[in-house]
């Protein structure tokens, strides 16, 4: 196959074309991708929504993955357009962490553990003909739940105290449709929320002005999860 041209770009990665079934991604900094292979493989094999894995060219790096070309908006752009509402957004995350939680650690040990994307919000779903697929799982770990549910809702919760983003409004209604369904699976204790925090504030690829909205996010979590 032959790597084509560019698709789109992200925060940390482009796509480039491949042919009408793959896209070729690939770090701008070199980042191996290949523990990402590992998650998305696995959770391939017990049915999760993730894109299929695709052969790898010649000209292939570390850095690379091959992915199914999938079709349609992601949630973000169906919740913009009015395509989809955010109480119906709300129910689709809340079904793919609980059926992602489903899913037993793939290493470690600890019997509560469970596959965790640590960066599931709209703009990393993509709402396919076949239904929902989630997208771009760098960040994946192993861990207790409660973290995941925490790091949407915190993510979600800094778009919407943003007073100057367009996005604001929209984020809070579909943070406040989520989290009953995040308290039914569970809630968001203190201290995953605080693990939340620590862990996007890490985040090199955060602005500034994205870092600033973090605590003040927290607390709205805080607040309107009891």
Known sequence: M?????????RSADVYAMDEAWVLRRYRDSSDARPELAVMSYLSAFGYPVPRLGPSPAAATPSDLVLQRLTGPTMLESLLSGALTGDEGAAILA???TDLHTIPARLSPEPEDRILHLDLHPDNVMLTPDGPVVIDWRTATEGPPALDRAMSSLILAQVAVDRTSPLATGARS???ALLPHLADQGGIPDAQLAQAVCRRAADPNLTQDEREFIDEAAGLISEWAG
């Open 2 to 10: 032959r790597i084509g041209h560019l698709l789109g770009t992200g």
């Open 95 to 97: 079904g793919l962490l």
């Open 174 to 176: 579909l943070l406040t």
